[in-house]
Nanobody, 121 residues
Framework: QAQLVESGGGSVQSGGSLRLSCATS??????????WAWLRQAPGKGRERIAA???????NYADSVKGRFTISQDGTKTLVYLQMNSLKPEDTATYYC?????????????WGRGTQVTVSS
């Protein structure tokens, strides 16, 4: 079973930037037809989808990150990135990468284990 592996998390001051990466460990058949998403979960809160990229390259963002975060893929569609700019303390959370073979990004077939992002004021 293929898995997703996130990297790039860390600690940053408010206003700073981080770039998260998501790579597949193992082979995912027809991964280019999937929807890929970044979700996050802050302490004591539910998991929130913050960005998604669909097989046609279109993207969708939560209002909380719109204009600050950018989701993208590499040319082979085997790596997914989340560029996070103008970070705020409320962005502190564990960030997860996920993939949906049905291209909806409402439920997911593959998950990563998460990477921690901490933003200090």
């Amino acid at each position: 079973q293929a898995q997703l592996v996130e990297s790039g998390g860390g600690s940053v001051q408010s206003g700073g930037s981080l770039r998260l990466s998501c790579a597949t460990s193992g082979y995912i058949y027809s991964s280019s037809t999937y929807c890929w998403a970044w979700l996050r979960q802050a302490p004591g809160k539910g998991r929130e989808r913050i960005a998604a990229i669909y097989s046609d390259g279109s993207t969708n963002y939560a209002d909380s990150v719109k204009g600050r975060f950018t989701i993208s893929q590499d040319g082979t569609k085997t790596l997914v990135y989340l560029q996070m700019n103008s970070l705020k303390p409320e962005d502190t959370a564990t960030y997860y990468c996920a993939a949906d073979r049905l291209n909806y990004c409402h439920s997911y077939n593959y998950w990563g284990r998460g990477t921690q992002v901490t933003v200090s004021s």
